[in-house]
């Protein structure tokens, strides 16, 4: 059975380890290679594979030294010349399956926080970097906001039942932004109560269920009327589609909230 559980880096990055009974493991993102050695020495267990979605240092930091411990590990990741030692660039559609599991994975290319940003969907599990956060989105970088309004909009086309393992725990603060768009939804204090006490116990936020992205996440309900006049309310005049309503929601939480 596939397990996953984090690796916390820095001061709120993920690495995600996955396992599946085999003694061999997959990383997603190491962009700090020294916990991931650290606990792949604790477990005895021998990297195998490496997932990249995109190019930031705190996503690909670590690949030279983990390459050097293991080098007959397997480096998947996009089609990007700023990610060197890659043994394996995918993208749309390609599915696979990462040295040292079962589970196959497929590409989906969702471009907008960086322009070659990819997840990987495998097991009803989403591994989204740093394109869908919980209760956020990533900034835009070397994308564009229309770009990543679209990605937004594939990945809240995927089953509600989607777990998705985003990149950082921002949860909080995101859950702060949203109930600036959305001060009366319940459904939102409700969250922001089950992870307050989740944080306080110091357990992550994430992997989260896409139906309660949908839910509560603003750069996810991009067509529902409240979020429309809060957004429009920020812009200072009518907003004539989801994504022109994403974009101002994202200049909104940039330049205002964080």
């Given at each position: 059975?596939?397990?996953?559980?984090?690796?916390?880096?820095?001061?709120?990055?993920?690495?995600?380890?996955?396992?599946?009974?085999?003694?061999?493991?997959?990383?997603?993102?190491?962009?700090?290679?020294?916990?991931?050695?650290?606990?792949?020495?604790?477990?005895?267990?021998?990297?195998?594979?490496?997932?990249?979605?995109?190019?930031?240092?705190?996503?690909?930091?670590?690949?030279?030294?983990?390459?050097?411990?293991?080098?007959?590990?397997?480096?998947?990741?996009?089609?990007?010349?700023?990610?060197?030692?890659?043994?394996?660039?995918?993208?749309?559609?390609?599915?696979?399956?990462?040295?040292?599991?079962?589970?196959?994975?497929?590409?989906?290319?969702?471009?907008?926080?960086?322009?070659?940003?990819?997840?990987?969907?495998?097991?009803?599990?989403?591994?989204?970097?740093?394109?869908?956060?919980?209760?956020?989105?990533?900034?835009?970088?070397?994308?564009?906001?229309?770009?990543?309004?679209?990605?937004?909009?594939?990945?809240?086309?995927?089953?509600?039942?989607?777990?998705?393992?985003?990149?950082?725990?921002?949860?909080?603060?995101?859950?702060?932004?949203?109930?600036?768009?959305?001060?009366?939804?319940?459904?939102?204090?409700?969250?922001?109560r089950a992870d307050r006490?989740?944080?306080?116990?110091?357990?992550?936020?994430?992997?989260?269920?896409?139906?309660?992205e949908r839910a509560t996440n603003p750069f996810?309900?991009?067509?529902?009327?409240?979020?429309?006049?809060?957004?429009?309310?920020?812009?200072?005049?009518?907003?004539?589609?989801?994504?022109?309503?994403?974009?101002?929601?994202?200049?909104?939480?940039?330049?205002?909230?964080?």
């Amino acid at each position: 059975m596939l397990q996953i559980r984090p690796i916390q880096a820095f001061s709120d990055n993920y690495i995600w380890l996955l396992t599946e009974g085999s003694g061999s493991a997959v990383v997603v993102d190491p962009g700090d290679a020294d916990p991931v050695l650290e606990t792949l020495a604790a477990e005895r267990l021998t990297l195998t594979s490496v997932l990249v979605t995109h190019h930031h240092q705190d996503h690909i930091g670590g690949l030279d030294d983990l390459l050097a411990a293991f080098p007959e590990a397997r480096l998947y990741g996009p089609r990007d010349r700023r990610i060197r030692d890659l043994t394996d660039r995918v993208g749309e559609g390609d599915s696979f399956q990462p040295a040292g599991l079962k589970t196959d994975v497929r590409v989906l290319e969702v471009p907008g926080h960086t322009a070659t940003h990819i997840t990987y969907l495998g097991a009803g599990r989403l591994f989204c970097g740093d394109t869908l956060f919980a209760a956020g989105c990533g900034r835009v970088f070397d994308g564009t906001f229309e770009q990543l309004a679209h990605s937004l909009e594939r990945i809240a086309a995927l089953p509600g039942d989607t777990l998705c393992y985003c990149a950082h725990e921002y949860t909080l603060a995101n859950l702060g932004f949203a109930q600036w768009v959305e001060p009366d939804s319940a459904t939102l204090a409700d969250r922001l109560r089950a992870d307050r006490q989740r944080r306080e116990t110091g357990q992550p936020t994430v992997p989260s269920r896409l139906d309660l992205e949908r839910a509560t996440n603003p750069f996810l309900r991009t067509g529902e009327q409240g979020v429309i006049a809060a957004a429009e309310a920020f812009a200072g005049h009518a907003l004539d589609s989801r994504a022109e309503v994403f974009a101002a929601l994202r200049r909104w939480k940039d330049e205002r909230y964080d």
